[in-house]
């Protein structure tokens, strides 16, 4: 099962950018989805997440208010808003889904990934 993230790009500080992450192969509705991002020399780390149910969300400290995740079961797609976009926000995003996932998503724990897209923010 490949997960397929896109909407990565180029973008000046300050500005916005929103990913989307289709996940035609799953079930999606049953599926918590989560966003993780990798910068260079750095772990992978959790950036937000949403649960299956569509009605919890929660965010990495570093993006709350900045970021928003969302996501359309009718589409099978998560998507992950960002605005005001930071130097420090320049990471490989990754989207994972986790079986019945309502909360605590990390790297351990995900069933399923998406190859990375990349997000580069111009200071």
């Known amino acids: 099962v490949q997960l397929q993230a896109s909407g990565g790009g180029l973008v000046q500080a300050g500005g916005s950018l929103r990913l989307s992450c289709a996940a035609p192969e799953i079930t999606f509705s049953i599926y918590g989805m989560a966003w993780f991002r990798q910068a260079p020399g750095k772990e992978r780390e959790f950036v937000a997440g949403?649960?299956?149910?569509?009605?919890?969300?929660e965010y990495a400290d570093s993006v709350k208010g900045r970021f928003t995740i969302s996501r359309d079961n009718a589409k099978n797609t998560v998507y992950l808003q960002m605005k005001s976009l930071k130097h420090e926000d320049t990471a490989a995003y990754y989207c994972a889904a986790k079986f019945y996932g309502f909360h605590d998503y990390n790297t351990e724990n995900m069933d399923y990934w998406g190859k990375g897209t990349l997000v580069t923010v111009s200071s």
């Open positions: 949403i649960s299956f149910s569509g009605d919890k969300t």
